[in-house]
Structure formats: structure tokens, C-alpha cells
């Protein structure tokens, strides 16, 4: 474990750009330590501290003491008296024979002298803490093994959690761990110290604090948290005229604009998913991505669980431009063009009769009717209806919506507003253009930029890169990474993970969560309360001290420690949510916006959607193994950042996929390979952000192409009168289900899946004619009892199975990741992905229904071992290597897998997953960490696959048995049940009659893929029950 | 299956199977001039050209090892490929030689003796390199070495019974270990004459040493007939074991395209075609190298040629009773299973096999073909290639798209897939080589049983 404190220097930045960097210039320049070494160096014995002596007497020394020792300043007599000189000498001979050894300490494993409290070695404990994205927090619990965090799942009692998480936040325990994050403070790219960039803030901060900040910049991310908002507040007091910036490339600014231009202030907004019978949602992937996605998805699966004694559901109109997982579960799914949306939020707007608002009047026939459908739909479910929008249409179009919810009855029942939850939120992007205005015109003396990366990540005509380099500005940069930013600034500090600091963050309707550590900063980072504390010249300030000061007075009655120790334990402060604001529509909002949209010009030629990917979204994980690796949703990509196209535009431009083409946007141009997407509008293409980046580290380095250099102030995310023209050559992408030509292999796979009936759909009327209609595709006089082999009684004991209701899967890998980071599951990289051998134990097939042109609907299949009872692997090992548990479960013992594979190749399911190679890193010394305990790490030659988490049930049963009870229906969930936003996954004991799989095995939904195979699966799917509109129909 | 009841056949005795004016001294001198006398320049060519292929199979099975089997193109779905293939293929072209041995030796199809030496050689050569598959495609393969074998042991574990890959183990090594027995007690006699004719002291004794003792009496020829033909009898059921047997790999899974019944008799109709084929493909140039023309007669010739017509036409069979079952079955899988055949990605292989198996070989009907050594030789490389590609068809090709479409996938063998392969061939041929070089490839005292003397003192009786 001692390499992980050892100070690793990163990879340099490049020899040409140091020319280019050059200290702010000072009047004189001041004695730093380094120089003051420098002196004393090369002389010795008694003249050594006579030199000290004349060297403290210099004013220089006097200036460097109260810069490196502020708090000691004071203490420092004028004159060096008898018995200081003592000390430091003293100090000084004891101190220097630590610098000379470099040996590491030897390490020897002992047990614990004193027991620590609560820890017992083997079992884990569970802290309560909260993972931020754009400022918003999702409540955790965080698994702890040993002081390891290795786990994370959803806090139950957090509003935004509900106990699951998605996809990212699951991810973040391998970001806390990833050896590429900066390990050390570094100035001009060498390894420099924290107290020697206090010391450079301290002496920058004094020249503002003359000037009262006028030169002070501080850029962030959103905050919400109310310390950090409060220091911050407590900086900008100082320094009245310093700015701080806020920049998010996934900021809802055109959110908020359109909220503000309809209410006339900036609320926040928060969707009660729950509430509504009708949603539309436009180019909104509203049930993965963005604030609040995790409890969308609940809420809206909770209305889709059709029961025959309550055969009602929700209903989902999308229209967008590519297909999301929001837009596979929708009941109509209408692809349109972004330049079609406004029109489209026009039309709905004059059909549900908002004030105003005139229909366009060239609306295709197609979104005519969409339109008709859905406005009348909305209308008819008043107070039960809710539209909702993407931030990649215009500001206009938010306010038209906000009118289009409020003249519904919306506003208040499935759309609340309330006081902002950011900290004096902003337009994000307007505050990064004024800060790169300022930068330019030289106002900027000291920059302070945390967790942003504007370098990579700022539309391109900002330049942001060009605009940081001021020779008069001192810019400090604060992040995980020592990014493309930070690359550009003189100074760049290491932050600390969440899971490694203290502090605070409001979630999406205001709930404040406390951010508790689960392990000390590993390289040392600090927090951005941290880093704003030091600003305010305490340096030493911990986060553990500023969130308890903050916090003292807000919880003090009766007992500040008792109040806050139970927010810390149950991860937020109670009654924190914030008010729903009483909101009233601005008289003429709706018309503006209306002729806003109208005005706007026509979009010509092709255009280009850029979109956040699914998995590191705008690049902010892109270091993160597991989240390249995650096969995206609807495209099962990994890896890469393709244009995606719809097959007729594909044909239109003569490209295949993995084709070469060559955007060019508004002068800028980028080639990149294309991908072929049904289900997306034709005459759209469309890029994902996130890729092409320079610095992110090992994983994320030279992925893809940066959307982002294409990115521009006016046209963030679409771009119109795009030319894609097939260029010279192709590059090999990776990906997890079909790998061939679109036509032959796509067309093949969709028809045959349809064929074998792997998933079965069904229309509401058809639930409440006949609720067992998924039963219609069986074998007529099939016994899947039927065997050769006599039949094990599994009737006593547990009996252990899994329900995965289809109905409620969006698709959106929150389990694929929760599978990866229990099971210690290793990253293979892109070109093992290619050839077939990615590790995921549980994968979501997709599939396209009715034709490639357009497709009738997406369906998404989560897929893990079926666990059958008569496995069709276990026969054919030789080693008997996997064999049948007295409770059902298909057992893999790895110690004696010789790898065969045979049982691979008879698994109907394709569900194993061999070690073709080492995947496992075994050398990196953090990865160690973060590996479950409980789950043997696989090394090369051996077959391994899901298990329905094993060590999880065989702890509980052990327990119970222990106690001489009986496992309690819910005590035992698998890890990609607990992470599953939308609880689609049930599993628990057939043998309990009472519990909730038995129930769901019940459900005259439920049904088992290749049941004809008569391998008796364990693992049974729920079918999909559509509610589509009738009008529509045909 | 005797000559006589193939179609077209012509009356037996048409050709001979011993060149007219051979005695016994003059078969001894020209086939044991071939161990004996000076090789030609490119006799070492060849076999140093086989020998490095066969250094190559050791460098690919040595990255193997420190590797990993991802340096191969399997992958999920296809968790088997080259290597299974390859074993298939080695295991079927391992059959001319027994069958010839002892099928040929109790039908008493006396055309045999001068190829039966030279062919179970090859079975044996074939085993071997066949058996280096199923050990080295294993992922753990220190392991597989012996967890599959029934051994006690302080796990108390036995390997799984039910396993096809199991009764592998025995089938093939049971093979292999009576297939050698039988070869060895064959060569005995002839051994003794090696060693009686060795100039030189140390080769003296070591011909002396593998001869154990023969000393050409009455009852050492008694023993050594019982012992020959009880072997004989030992190995005729294994010749339609074996391959039934490793059938059973495919025929007892699940997958579409394995899971038939018909796999047991068409595998063996076709490793016998595939061994037949391959003898041809060895004894060709062979008897024209060593001008053995005179013990290997067109006879022979045409009567290989005949074997792999019929069994060719069993394998042809079978390829058509697998479309007309998986059309008849109406079952969706075995109908999708025919159609990725047919009009897959990798069709083109299936019409190869097509074209190699079946169409390849019907100038057989023909006996202007049969006699050709030219034609002969050509069908039978289409022969090779094809039962290849047979291979191929039935084990990636089935793999590659099963019963969910999301987990199709393509099978892309990598350079370590065919260095291993090519290494194979290259291991069997230097076998060969070293086997002509030092044991006589025709066995002497069978060939002099064909004299005309033998025959008369066998009248006389």
C-alpha cells in the first residue's frame, strides 16, 4: 500500500508549452524557500547558521515567513534570540536525516491492538454519504470494508435516490481509485507542495485585497452545497469585486431561461413523474439523464406495473431526434429533426389552447398528427399531464412549455417550481464568455478553477484555451485530473473525491445531503470548501471544521452533535427540501416565446445533434474504465464516439458503418466513423460528447473525437446546414451486439428475434382481454417438465429466483455497472471488446421491432444467467467445475475451472464469460482496494458468470440460519436489483409463497426465454404491456 | 465394405497388388534401400522445412501458455474454433489407418499390406497432433493435463462422467495407446530384418533392441499372428468409436447444428473418407520418391479411390439429411441454423465444402480417375481442404449465431490460430519424414506373403 502515497509525478505537459508559461511578473522578484535553500546550500558547519541568521535579518525573509507561516508571523521576533536559534537548530539536525532516506517503510500485516469500533473484521458497514452531478445530489450508501469503500448503492431515504442510483454515480467508486487522477500539486508541471501554492495564493490574494478583488476570478462547477455556498459567500465579502463564474456544459440554462422568461424568475424545476397519466417528452431523455433521472424512472415504471385487478398505466409520447432509453419505453416514438421541435411545442402549444399561440402552419403531415394525438391526450388528463423538454431545445421553447404545463393544470401537481437549489445560479455559459472577455482584455490577475474544464469542454469560439493564456494571470487549477485546464495553468491542486471529503449538496427538490468521507484523501486532494477557505487565508482549514461551523448554528437546538451525527447517519438534514413556489405565468410569456420560436430561421441541409453520451457524458468520466467500456444504451458501442446517421441517411451518403465521413459545421470539420442508427431522424446526424480527449489519463486519452471542437456559443446543441461526406478509410469500433453490416446482420437479428418471441409486447387492450398473453407464444402441449434425467426436489430449503420485469427496463446500465463493481468484473479494452470477450455478467440486449427504417418500438432485455435447474452447462464440464446447488443456484467454482468453454458454447443464453486473457489488473495498487472481498477475483483460463450475487445471499442465509429463522423476503438483493432505478428486478425464495418474486412468478405476465429448450430457468421476464394511444393506431 | 460390392466395380484380380517378378530377397533390398541407402538432396529439404513448421507450433503453444487462448480469435459465442477443428480434423484423417490395419486385415482384403504400415504411421502422427488441442485450448491447460483423468486424489473429486469431453479422454486415448500397440507389434518382424540387415553395429542394436528377440521361429510367428489379430479385432470397434465419440461433443449439446442424431455414423463415414484421402495425399509422392510403384500398385490406387467415394457419399448424405431434418422439424432454431448456412456470412465456406466433399470427388465414378495419379492426388487435397471446412461449418458456424440474436457475434481466427495450425501440419509431416527415414514404410513380410511363392505354398496346403 506505500506506492499509494508515494508522490508519482504525471505525465508532464509538453516542453514547447512551458516556454509559453511564464510567472506574473512582480516588481521584485520574492526570496522563496527554494532560493533561500539554494543559499544556504553549499555552505556548512557554524557558517550554515550564521547564514541563517543574515539570511532571516533580509526583509525578503521577513515576507516569505508571513506568506509560508501566516498564522506564525506574529511569533517571529524581531531579532533571533538565544533559545530560537536553539530550537531550529535543534529541529533542523533532526529533521534533515528524514529527507535523505527514500527507502519505502517495510510493511508487516498485524491484527488490531485495539479493536476498532463498529469494525468487525469481514463485515462490511454502510456510511451515508452524496455523490453530486452539475450540483445536484443523489443520497448513497457506501459500502466499507475494512475503512475500503467498495460499493456504492442508493440511500433509501434520500429523495433523489429511493435507494437506486444510475450508471455513473455506480462508476464512481473505480473514479476514486483510478490511478490516472493527480496524486500531487504541480507547478509548471512539476511536482510543487500545497503549502507552496498557499503561499503563491497568499501572495496573489494580497495584491487583491488592495484592489478589493477586482482582478479575482473564481470558476466552478454549479454549487449547491450550502457551505461551500457560504464560504464562497464569505469570499466575494472580501473581495467585493471579484466574480465568481460558474461553467457546466450540461447546465439547464436554457431551462432557466425559458422558466425565467415564463415566471419572471429563475425557479427550479422538478418533475412529479408519479402524478401524470400523459407525458410528452421532447428530445428529453428525462428517465436517465439529467437531475432527478433516478426517481423519474421509479415513478414512471410504478405506473407501468399493470396488474389484472388495476389494468391502468401512464402513457409516453416522445419525439426525438435519436433514440434514448427514455424514447424505447415510450408508447409513441416519433423521430424528428431539431429544427422540427419548435414547431412541434408550437403546435402542442395551440392545441392545448395556451394564450396566444398560433399553430405553425407547414407542420409535416406525421407531426401533425403526433401533435393532434398527443395535445388531445394532454387536454384530457388536466392536472394529470406533463410536458417536458431537453436542453437542446431553445430557451423560447422552455417557456412555451412552461405555459403549455401551466395551461394543462400542470404547474403545482406534476411540475413544481421552486427557489433555486444552486447558489446564485447563473447562465453558465454567459458567465464562461465573460470570463474569457475579461481574460482578454487583462482584468484577470488571479483565476481560481475548480472541477471544471473549460480547455476541453467550452464551445469553440470562445477559444478558451487562447483566452487562459494571459501572462498576467496567475490561474490555479483545481481538479481529480490534471486535465486539459489544467494543463494551461501555472498551478494545479488535486482535488479530493467525494468519497474522500466532507461537505454538503442539495439535491433536485432541495434536500440537503452531508457528504462524509469514506477513506482519507488518497493523494492528499482537498475539497473546494477547502480550496475556498484557503482563499480566505485559513489554509489549513479542514472540511470536517468548515462543514461543522456551517452547520453548528443552522442545527444547534437542542444538541448541535446530536443533530448532526443523525444527518450524517441518515445522509441528509430532515425537513431541508425546499417550498414549491407559487409561480404565476408572465401575461404575454407565452406569445413571445411562441413568435420567438417562430422567427427563428429555417434550418437547411443536414443537421447535427450533439448530445451527451450515455456513459461519461460531457467527459467528465471518460477516465473511467468501467463507463467506456458500458455498452451505450440503444447502440451498444462502447469505447467511441461515432456519428450516428439513420439508415437512409447512411444510404444517402453511401456510408456503412465504421466509414470514415467528415463533418463540417460552420467551418470546422472533424472525421470520425460513422454509425448506423435505426430509429433516428432521417437527415439528422448526431455526435456524442465526451471523446477526443487529450488529458484525461491511461483509459480516455485519444478515444474518439471531441464534439465539442464543433461546439459553438449560438449553436450548442444542434447544428444546422451540415455537410457529411464519406472520406478515406474506416476505423474499427467495438461493439457488444451485432457486429456486422446493418442490412444483413441488423435486419437478420430484429427478424428472428421477433420470430423466437425473446421478448414479448402487448397493448393494454390486449392485457385486459387476455392479461396471460405472453403464454400465446408458448408450445402448444410443451412440458418444460419433460427430462430424461430424474428432477431434484428443490421444495424444501430456498429455492432461489429472479423476475426482470421488461416493462420497467429502460435500458439504462445502472445493473451493469452495480454487477461489475460487487463482482470484481475487469475491463477488457476496446479491441478485446471487438473480438466478442467483454466480462459484463449482466448485459441488455436490445432490440428493434417492425422495420430498420422505422422501427415500432425498442425493447431492452436485461440478460443474466438463467440459472436453470436442468443447466445445460453443468453436463458438459468435464471437471464438473459448475454444478447445481440444493437452493437452485448454477454454482461456478473457479479453483476447478480448466477452461474448456464447453459449457460456454452449450449455454443457450450465452450468459458465461471466459478469461481469454489476464483481465484482471493484479499489479495497481488501488484497484486493489476497491475489489469486494468477498468475491474471488478470476485469473486467466477460467469461465465465470452472474451468480445471482451468491456471497450477498449465502450472508444473509447464513445469519438467519444462525438466528434459526427464515430469510426475510427482501433481505437479500442482488447487486443489479438494488441499483435498478426503475425496480425492475425482483428476486428473492420461490419456497416463500409471500414474497415478492413468487408474487411477480405469478403475474400473468411472466414467462421464460427458450422455455422449450427445457432448461427450467430460474430467471423468468415479465412482458412489456404498451398503452398506446388509439387515435394513433395503424 | 468390400471392393467387390462398390458400384462400377471390375472383377478382383483385374490389377495386381504386387508388381509382377518380386521374390523375397528383392522386396527386403528395395524396401529397406530406403532406410538404409543415401538420401536425396531434397529429402532434407523437405524435412527441414517440416521441422521448422513444427518449431513453429512450439513457439505459438509457448506465447500460448505465457499468454493466454486470447492470442487465438475465440471468443463469445465461439468459444470454440481452430482449435476444435483442428482436433476433429487430425482425430478423422487418424482413421485410414486403422481401418485399413484391422477393417481390411478380418474382411482379409489382402491389397492392404502395402499400405497398412505407412497409414497406421500416419494415424499415429495424426493422434498426435491431434491430441495437442484439447490439452492446449483449455484456459489452464497445467490443469487440464490431468483433472481429466479419473485419479484418486485429496480433493475427493472425480471428473464429471457426464461430460462428452470426458469419454473423449478415454475414446481418444484408447485409440491412441491400441493404435500404437498394434503398430508396434506389426513392425516386430520387420524390425528383426532391419536388424539383420544393419551394417553398422550401433544401428544393429537398436533395430535389435525394438525387435525384442525375434528370432523368425515357428512359434514366435504363431504368438505373433494370435496376438496380431486379437488386436485387430480390439481395434475394429474403436475405429467406429472414436469418432462417434467426439461426434458426441456436438451431437449431446444443445446448439443448432450440433445437436443431431445423425452425427455418430456420418463423423465416422467422414473421418474415414478424410483418412483415406490423406493416405492418398502421403502415398502419391512417396511411392514415386522411393520407387515403390511396384508394392504400391494402381490397385491400390483405385481401390482408395473407391472407399473415398463411397464414404464421401455417406458424408454427402448427411449433409443433405441435416437440411431436410431441419426443415422437416419445423423447428425455428434448425431452420435459422440452415439459412446462416446457406446465405451467412460465412456461406462461402459452406459452398466450399460443398464443392471439396461432394462435387470434388465425383470423377471418382470414373476409372480413368481412380487410376490417375494426378486426378487421385487433386481430389484428394479437395478431400483435405474440404473435411477442413466441414469442420469449420459445424463449429464456429453453429456457434457463431445460436438461439439469441444479441449474443451473435463473428469468428475472426488470428495469426496464432493458423501459426499453431500450420505448426501442426508441420510437427506430422517431420514425423513422417523421420518415420520413412528410419523404419520400413511397407511392411517386407506382409509384401512376401504376395509373392507367387507364398501363394503356391499356400495352394500346397
Known amino acids: ?1034 | 465394405m468390400s471392393v467387390a460390392d462398390l458400384p462400377n466395380a471390375r472383377p478382383p484380380g483385374d490389377l495386381p497388388v504386387l508388381a509382377p517378378g518380386h521374390g523375397p530377397a528383392s522386396i527386403t533390398d528395395k524396401i529397406s534401400s530406403v532406410v538404409f541407402g543415401r538420401m536425396p538432396i531434397w529429402f532434407y529439404v523437405a524435412m527441414a522445412i517440416a521441422f521448422g513448421g513444427a518449431m513453429v507450433l512450439l513457439a505459438s503453444l509457448t506465447k500460448l501458455v505465457f499468454t493466454g487462448i486470447g492470442i487465438w480469435g475465440n471468443n463469445q459465442p465461439v468459444g470454440w474454433g481452430f482449435d476444435i477443428i483442428n482436433f476433429v480434423w487430425w482425430i478423422g484423417i487418424g482413421h485410414a489407418g486403422t481401418l485399413i490395419s484391422a477393417i481390411l486385415l478380418l474382411l482379409r482384403q489382402e491389397w492392404r499390406t502395402s499400405i497398412n504400415r505407412f497409414a497406421e504411421a500416419m494415424t499415429l502422427f495424426a493422434v498426435a497432433c491431434a491430441l495437442i488441442y484439447p490439452l492446449f485450448h483449455t484456459g489452464r491447460p497445467w490443469l487440464a493435463a490431468y483433472w481429466l483423468l479419473p485419479y484418486p486424489n485429496t480433493m475427493g473429486m472425480w471428473p464429471n462422467f457426464r461430460s462428452p469431453l470426458i469419454w473423449d479422454v478415454f475414446a481418444v486415448s484408447t485409440y491412441a495407446s491400441v493404435s500404437a500397440l498394434f503398430w508396434y507389434i506389426g513392425l516386430i518382424p520387420d524390425l528383426a530384418v532391419m536388424r539383420d540387415k544393419a551394417k553398422k553395429l550401433w544401428q544393429r542394436k537398436t533395430y535389435g533392441l525394438f525387435s525384442m528377440g525375434w528370432r523368425n521361429s515357428a512359434r514366435h510367428w504363431h504368438n505373433y499372428e494370435s496376438a496380431y489379430l486379437l488386436l485387430a479385432g480390439l481395434s475394429t470397434p474403436l475405429v467406429l468409436s472414436v469418432h462417434s465419440v467426439v461426434s458426441f461433443d456436438f451431437a449431446s449439446g444443445q446448439i443448432p447444428g450440433w445437436h443431431a442424431t445423425i452425427f455418430p455414423p456420418y463423423f465416422v463415414a467422414g473421418a474415414v473418407f478424410a483418412g483415406f484421402a490423406m493416405v492418398l495425399t502421403l502415398a502419391i509422392p512417396l511411392r514415386r520418391a522411393f520407387g515403390l510403384e511396384d508394392f504400391i500398385t494402381t490397385k491400390h490406387l483405385d481401390n482408395m479411390g473407391r472407399v473415398m467415394l463411397v464414404t464421401g457419399l455417406i458424408v454427402g448424405y448427411g449433409y443433405v439429411m441435416e437440411l431436410f431434418t431441419a426443415w422437416y422439424s419445423g423447428n425455428l432454431y434448425e431452420m435459422y441454423m440452415v439459412k446462416n448456412r446457406l446465405f451467412g456470412p460465412y456461406s462461402w465456406i459452406y459452398y466450399l465444402l460443398i464443392v471439396c466433399n461432394i462435387l470434388a470427388i465425383q470423377p471418382l465414378w470414373l476409372q480413368r480417375f481412380r487410376r490417375s495419379v494426378v486426378s487421385l492426388w487433386v481430389i484428394s487435397m479437395f478431400v483435405n481442404f474440404g473435411m477442413w471446412f466441414e469442420r469449420f461449418v459445424i463449429i464456429p458456424m453453429s456457434l457463431h449465431r445460436d438461439f439469441l440474436p444479441s449474443s451473435w457475434d463473428m469468428y475472426n481466427p488470428t495469426r496464432w490460430d493458423f501459426a499453431t495450425f500450420f505448426g501442426s501440419i508441420g510437427l506430422f509431416l517431420a514425423l513422417m519424414f523421420l518415420f520413412v527415414r528410419v523404419l520400413p514404410a511397407i511392411a517386407m513380410f506382409e509384401m512376401k506373403t504376395l509373392t507367387p511363392d507364398a501363394k503356391i505354398k499356400e495352394g500346397a496346403h
Not at chain 1, 588 to 614: F, T, Y
Open chain 1, 1 to 1034: 500500500m506505500s506506492d499509494v502515497s508515494s508522490p508519482v509525478p504525471t505525465a508532464a505537459p509538453a516542453g514547447d508549452c512551458h516556454a509559453e508559461w511564464k510567472r506574473p511578473p512582480a516588481e521584485k522578484p520574492p526570496l522563496d524557500l527554494a532560493t533561500v535553500r539554494g543559499r544556504l546550500e553549499g555552505q556548512r558547519g557554524p557558517q550554515y547558521w550564521r547564514s541563517l541568521e543574515e539570511v532571516a535579518a533580509t526583509p525578503e525573509f521577513e515576507e516569505l515567513l508571513h506568506r509560508e507561516f501566516p498564522r506564525f508571523a506574529a511569533e517571529w521576533p524581531a531579532g533571533v534570540s538565544r533559545r530560537n536559534f536553539l530550537q531550529l537548530a535543534g529541529a533542523s539536525l533532526g529533521l534533515a536525516g528524514l529527507t535523505a532516506c527514500t527507502r519505502q517503510p517495510i510493511e508487516r500485516i498485524v491484527p488490531y491492538v485495539k479493536q476498532p469500533e463498529e469494525i468487525l473484521p469481514g463485515r462490511p458497514l454502510h456510511f451515508a454519504t452524496a455523490a453530486t452531478l452539475s450540483g445536484f445530489a443523489t443520497g448513497l450508501l457506501v459500502e466499507s470494508h475494512e475503512g475500503r469503500p467498495t460499493k456504492i448503492e442508493g440511500n433509501p431515504d434520500h429523495p433523489a435516490s429511493q435507494g437506486a442510483t444510475d450508471a455513473v454515480t455506480q462508476a464512481s467508486i473505480l473514479g476514486l481509485y483510478d490511478p490516472d487522477r493527480s496524486q500531487t500539486t504541480l507547478e509548471l508541471g512539476r511536482i510543487s507542495t500545497w503549502r507552496g501554492l498557499a503561499t503563491a495564493l497568499m501572495a496573489a490574494l494580497g495584491e487583491q485585497s488592495a484592489k478589493s478583488g477586482a482582478g479575482l476570478r473564481i470558476l466552478t462547477g454549479p454549487v449547491t452545497g450550502p457551505t461551500e455556498a457560504a464560504l464562497m459567500e464569505q469570499l466575494l465579502a472580501d473581495y467585493p469585486e471579484a466574480v465568481w463564474h460558474r461553467w457546466d456544459p450540461l447546465g439547464a440554462d436554457h431551462q432557466r431561461r425559458g422558466v425565467a422568461a415564463a415566471f419572471g424568475a429563475p425557479h427550479s424545476i422538478r418533475y412529479e413523474v408519479g402524478r401524470a397519466d400523459v407525458l410528452v417528452a421532447l428530445d428529453a431523455d428525462f428517465l436517465t439523464q439529467g437531475a432527478g433521472a433516478v426517481r423519474h424512472a421509479r415513478e414512471f415504471a410504478a405506473r407501468r406495473r399493470v396488474t389484472v385487478d388495476g389494468p391502468q398505466m401512464n402513457r409516453l409520447y416522445v419525439a426525438e431526434v435519436s433514440p434514448s432509453p427514455t424514447g424505447s419505453v415510450a408508447d409513441h416514438r416519433l423521430p424528428v429533426r431539431p429544427s422540427q421541435l419548435p414547431a412541434l411545442v408550437r403546435a402542442l402549444a395551440a392545441r392545448v389552447g395556451v394564450d396566444g399561440v398560433a399553430a405553425p402552419a407547414d407542420l409535416e403531415p406525421r407531426l401533425e398528427r403526433f401533435a393532434a394525438a398527443a395535445a388531445a391526450d394532454l387536454a384530457a388528463h388536466r392536472g394529470r399531464a406533463l410536458v417536458v423538454a431537453g436542453e437542446s431545445l431553445p430557451a423560447a421553447a422552455h417557456a412555451l412549455i412552461a405555459a403549455i404545463n401551466d395551461a394543462l393544470g400542470a404547474t403545482g401537481e406534476t411540475v413544481v417550481y421552486g427557489e433555486p437549489i444552486e447558489a446564485r445560479p447563473v447562465d453558465g455559459l454567459a458567465s464562461l464568455a465573460d470570463l474569457a472577455r475579461a481574460l482578454r482584455a487583462g482584468a484577470v490577475d488571479l483565476l481560481v478553477i475548480s472541477g471544471v474544464n473549460p480547455v476541453y469542454d467550452a464551445p469553440a469560439d470562445l477559444d478558451f484555451a487562447a483566452a487562459l493564456h494571459q501572462d498576467k494571470t496567475l490561474r490555479v487549477h483545481h481538479g481529480l485530473y490534471a486535465d486539459e485546464t489544467a494543463e494551461h495553468c501555472q498551478w494545479h491542486l488535486p482535488a479530493a473525491h467525494y468519497l474522500e471529503s466532507w461537505g454538503d449538496a442539495r439535491a433536485v427538490d432541495g434536500t440537503v445531503s452531508l457528504v462524509q468521507p469514506l477513506i482519507e484523501p488518497l493523494y492528499g486532494g482537498k475539497s473546494l470548501a477547502e480550496l475556498i477557505a484557503a482563499l480566505l487565508g485559513r489554509t489549513e482549514a479542514s472540511g470536517y471544521d468548515l462543514l461543522q461551523e456551517h452547520w453548528q448554528e443552522k442545527l444547534g437546538e437542542p444538541s448541535f452533535e446530536d443533530a448532526f451525527r443523525r444527518a450524517l447517519h441518515d445522509g441528509l438534514v430532515a425537513g431541508s427540501a425546499l417550498v414549491p413556489a407559487a409561480v404565476a405565468l408572465a401575461p404575454d410569456a407565452a406569445a413571445a416565446a411562441a413568435a420567438a420560436l417562430a422567427a427563428a430561421p429555417a434550418a437547411s441541409g443536414l443537421e447535427l445533434a450533439l448530445r451527451p453520451d450515455a456513459s461519461v457524458l460531457d467527459g467528465r468520466f471518460a477516465n473511467n474504465g468501467w463507463l467506456q467500456e458500458l455498452p451505450k444504451p440503444i447502440t451498444k458501442l462502447t469505447w467511441d464516439n461515432p456519428v450516428m446517421l439513420s439508415p437512409r441517411t447512411a444510404e444517402a451518403l453511401g456510408v456503412h458503418n465504421e466509414d470514415l465521413v467528415e463533418i463540417e459545421a460552420g467551418g470546422r470539420r472533424l472525421s470520425a466513423p460513422a454509425w448506423i442508427l435505426p430509429g433516428q431522424a432521417d437527415g439528422t446526424a448526431l455526435l456524442h460528447l465526451g471523446y477526443g480527449r487529450r488529458r484525461a489519463g491511461r483509459i480516455a486519452d485519444g478515444l474518439g473525437v471531441s464534439a465539442f471542437a464543433l461546439q459553438t456559443s449560438e449553436a450548442r446543441w444542434n447544428l444546422a446546414g451540415v455537410t457529411v461526406r464519406k472520406a478515406r478509410g474506416t476505423k474499427p469500433l467495438a461493439c457488444t451486439q451485432g457486429h456486422y453490416a446493418i442490412r444483413g446482420w441488423l435486419a437478420d437479428e430484429t427478424e428472428e428475434a421477433e420470430r423466437r418471441h425473446l421478448v414479448r409486447v402487448g397493448t393494454l387492450e390486449r392485457f385486459r382481454d387476455n392479461p396471460a398473453f405472453a403464454a400465446d407464444y408458448e408450445h402448444e402441449g410443451l412440458d418444460p417438465n419433460l427430462s430424461l434425467m430424474p428432477g431434484f426436489d428443490y421444495s424444501r430449503g430456498h429455492a432461489w429466483a429472479m423476475t426482470i420485469d421488461l416493462g420497467a427496463c429502460t435500458g439504462c446500465n445502472a445493473c451493469v455497472v452495480a454487477c461489475q463493481a460487487e463482482n470484481n468484473i475487469p475491463v477488457v479494452g476496446q479491441d478485446q471488446v471487438r473480438r466478442g470477450r467483454e466480462m459484463h455478467w449482466i448485459r441488455i440486449d436490445r432490440y428493434f421491432r417492425g422495420g430498420l427504417d422505422e422501427p415500432e418500438g425498442i425493447v431492452s432485455q436485461p440478460i443474466v444467467c438463467m440459472q436453470c435447474e436442468q443447466a445445460p452447462c453443468e453436463v458438459v464440464c468435464p471437471v464438473a467445475a459448475t454444478v447445481h446447488s440444493s437452493d437452485g443456484l448454477n454454482d461456478m467454482v473457479y479453483n476447478r475451472c480448466v477452461g474448456t468453454r464447453y459449457c460456454s458454447n452449450n449455454c443457450p443464453y450465452k450468459v458465461r464469460r471466459f478469461n481469454f486473457l489476464l483481465y484482471q489488473d493484479w499489479e495497481t495498487p488501488q484497484f486493489k482496494l476497491q475489489r469486494n472481498p468477498d468475491v474471488s477475483v478470476r485469473s486467466r483460463g477460467v469461465m465465470e458468470k452472474c451468480t445471482y450475487c451468491v456471497q450477498r445471499i449465502n450472508r444473509v442465509r447464513i445469519a438467519a440460519e444462525r438466528d434459526g429463522r427464515r430469510v426475510e423476503d427482501g433481505a437479500i438483493q442482488t447487486a443489479c436489483q438494488q441499483a435498478c432505478p426503475s425496480q425492475a428486478i425482483h428476486f428473492g425464495d420461490l419456497n416463500d409463497p409471500a414474497s415478492k418474486v413468487a408474487a411477480t412468478k405469478r403475474d400473468p405476465r411472466n414467462y421464460v426465454l427458450l422455455g422449450e429448450l427445457g432448461t427450467r430457468p430460474r430467471t423468468s421476464y415479465l412482458a412489456v404491456v404498451q398503452n398506446p394511444n388509439p387515435e394513433l393506431a395503424g
